[in-house]
């Protein structure tokens, strides 16, 4: 048996869980109909094969009408769940991991607006400030019927089979009936802690019940809300003692923090350029006060830190959910000796800011997690070898070469610059950003593994690549700023990667113009204040970097704000002229009738890129596909068929920004689904 902590078994009661490293309750919003079906049941199976303790389905599963999901989460309350969650956890037992899945009344965390439109409902009128509903307090007869409904959602996941349920305490109902931020009720559930926390309690008897002792129940629950007049460490930590106490709780799952705004989400869910795994200390100790099973996670993304964990005692089970989205083989890597080829969470969080969009969870360099089904994780080998030779190394290039190369291809990559990487390790260079070029190492490290060869330093053109006799080419060149938008003065900006490059200097009076919406335009921000100028960032949308994503723009917004940025929105730059030794911006705006200036000493554009592909269309006479993809084989994972040209010697394809500008997800998906054909 392996020495490695997080490979040791746990005893969870009468459950023996096979290492230490489980997904903590998470909803990537898969449900079709409310339901687990067959893409939320190959997600989580992927991950069970891998050799994952404990796969936690469903955050936020919904117990009751009146807590309708605001994106897409399960439908606890339907006894059709039946049939689809058991289904999904027979499989994940085939395959050795347990399965669990968290219920939850969203109370006052929803909107009357959703479903059936039903009032929200809270132990209070407090309107939580995400979802902007104001809830009604809740009568006796409504917590007798919430008893009933989680009751009744329990009872039919025994009924499935699961392993056990776990309840969300944070943010939601149960612990608004905790804090006395929120719990504005008279006795018996309102006033003292031994109040507050009756509901609770009166949800496991009832629970306990119905379903006996031996089905695992287990609580997810802030063990300190770390806001003003809100629940104190001291409370966090009486509460573990009394839930431990009760004898109808087998487990806790301890995060801190409150969720009712996106920077307290953030705070307890942190993401790139925040301090990782932040209150792994405080539950440990919760576990030291409680001497009780003890579940964590939050950015939790390396094997080091989690065993770590396990090694000091300080929780009982890791949750490496984030991580696992980025790599659902952690623990057959492990097992294979195969650690330093994981591939790493960059904490990007676009699986998680996609969710609370109204999307989907996808991860930004792993576009086979969700799709499952259709992209699957493992590459086939290529029937016949063939030489593919790709120009550009940055995250659309680096993953054509590995999907390639995977396939068991000759891969030749040309690199104009020294390093690969292409705008991710411009990205990179913010330190908040700095761990975006994980995603360039990981796939550099497998590409130099598989064989491919690479060229920097080479600025290809069409003779490179013809001397190569290439069978398939995939330009991957990407894209150059654009910043030809205005009526007059385009000669006289600087683009946003200008002032990331260090080719242009900040100016000490400086105009963004964001009308791309991305992090491009936040990073050039950052880096002027930080040198003390004074920052204007105006945009023509009616919200404020829409591409980024509420809890990945936390970060940036403390930063920017602390150097006292101003964030204009719904005005638009359209002209810039000289005015002596400063620039005259005149902005307007789409609504209509108003003009107005700006006097400046810089202006910043940041409007996107435009492709880099001149070597495409050179090429293309030579190509027998003339650069045609066939949409409907892409999209169904058939090969490449098109032939336009019959006297042509290869196939040629461009993907990522070298077709249109938009973002590192999109390129690493364009490179693994049409290339995992060639």
């Known amino acids: 048996m392996s020495s490695d902590p997080l490979l040791q078994p746990y005893q969870l009661k009468h459950l023996t869980l096979r290492n230490r490293l489980i997904i903590t309750s998470h909803e990537p919003a898969y449900p079709e109909d409310g339901m687990p079906k067959d893409r939320y049941r190959a997600y989580h199976v992927e991950r069970a094969r891998a050799g994952v303790a404990l796969t936690m389905t469903a955050g936020s599963a919904s117990v009751a009408r009146d807590s309708p999901p605001v994106f897409n989460n399960i439908l606890a309350w339907k006894d059709e769940v039946v ?28 909107r009357w607006d959703k479903a059936d439109w039903l009032p929200v409902i809270s132990a209070g009128h407090a309107r939580e400030p995400a979802h902007r509903a104001f809830p009604k307090k809740a009568e006796d007869w409504d917590i007798a019927r919430i008893i009933e409904d989680y009751t009744d959602a329990a009872e039919r996941m025994h009924a499935a089979g699961v392993d056990g349920i776990e309840f ?109 795994a932040p209150h792994l200390d405080f539950a440990g100790e919760v576990r030291a006060a409680t001497n009780f099973p003890t579940f964590h996670a939050a950015k939790i993304q390396d094997v080091a830190t989690a065993r770590h964990a396990i090694a000091s005692g300080k929780l ?65 080998r290529a029937a016949t070898p063939r030489r593919v030779v790709v120009v550009g190394a940055g995250p659309a290039g680096l993953e054509a070469a590995r999907v390639a190369a995977e396939r068991g291809h000759e891969v030749i990559v040309h690199e104009a610059a020294s390093d690969p990487g292409g705008q991710v390790r411009l990205t990179a260079q913010t330190p908040r950003r700095a761990e975006m070029i994980s995603l360039i190492d990981w796939r550099f490290d497998e590409c130099t593994r598989l064989g491919a060869h690479f060229h920097f330093n080479s600025y290809a053109d069409a003779n490179t690549v013809l001397s190569a006799a290439p069978d398939a080419v995939v330009v991957a060149t990407g894209g150059l700023p654009h910043t030809e ?23 000490s009076n400086v105009l963004i113009y964001d009308d791309a919406g991305d992090y491009a335009a936040l990073q050039a921000a950052e880096k002027i204040a930080g040198a003390g100028g004074r920052v204007e960032i105006m945009t023509r949308d009616r919200s404020f970097a829409p591409e980024v994503m509420a809890m990945s723009l936390t970060p940036s917004l403390r930063e920017l704000q602390k150097r006292d940025v101003t964030f204009t929105v719904t005005w638009k730059l359209d002209a810039v002229r000289r005015a002596g030794n400063e620039l005259l911006a005149q902005v307007g705006s789409d609504y209509g009738g108003v003009t107005r200036e ?75 689904r049409l290339v995992r054909t060639l």
């Not at 205005?486 to 990667?497: I, K």
């Open 83 to 110: 049939g689809w969650m058991k289904a999904l956890t027979d499989e994940c037992h085939e395959h050795g991991a347990a399965v669990m899945i968290q219920l939850t009344h969203l109370g006052r965390r929803t």
């Open 168 to 276: 969300e305490a944070y943010g939601h109902l149960m612990d608004q009936f905790w804090s006395p931020l929120t719990n504005e009720l008279d006795a018996p559930y309102g006033g003292s802690l031994e109040n507050r926390l009756r509901f609770t309690f009166d949800v496991l008897r009832s629970i306990r019940a119905r379903v006996g002792d031996r089905f695992l129940i287990g609580i997810r629950h802030t063990g300190d809300e770390d806001i003003a007049g809100g629940l104190t460490r001291a409370d966090g930590l009486e509460i573990s003692r009394r839930l431990k106490d009760c004898g109808m709780v087998d487990f806790l799952n301890v995060v801190r923090g409150h969720i009712d705004t996106d920077a307290g989400l953030t705070d307890v869910i942190p993401v790139q350029g925040m301090r990782s």
């Open 316 to 380: 009982d089970m890791v949750g490496m959910t984030r991580a696992h989205i980025a790599d659902p083989h952690i623990v057959a890597k492990l097992l294979r000796g195969e650690e330093d080829r994981i591939r790493p969470c960059v904490g990007a969080n676009y699986c998680l800011d996609r969710i609370y969009q109204g999307g989907m969870a996808l991860c930004l360099h792993n576009p086979s997690t969700g799709r499952e089904l259709e992209q699957p994780h493992a590459i086939e």
């Open 485 to 507: 938008v205005l009526a007059e003065g385009d000669d006289l900006v600087v683009s946003a990667w200008d002032i990331l490059s260090g080719d242009a200097r900040p100016g």
């Open 598 to 672: 700006r006097r400046v000493d810089q202006v910043v554009v940041n409007h996107g890129t435009r492709p880099l592909d001149e070597i495409y269309f050179d090429l293309r006479p030579h190509s027998t596909n003339l650069g045609e993809v066939d949409y409907e084989a892409l999209v169904a994972r058939r090969s490449q068929a098109v032939t336009r040209n019959p006297a042509g010697r290869f196939q040629l394809f461009r993907i990522g920004d070298a077709v249109a500008a938009r973002n590192t997800h999109a390129a690493i998906y364009d490179a693994l």
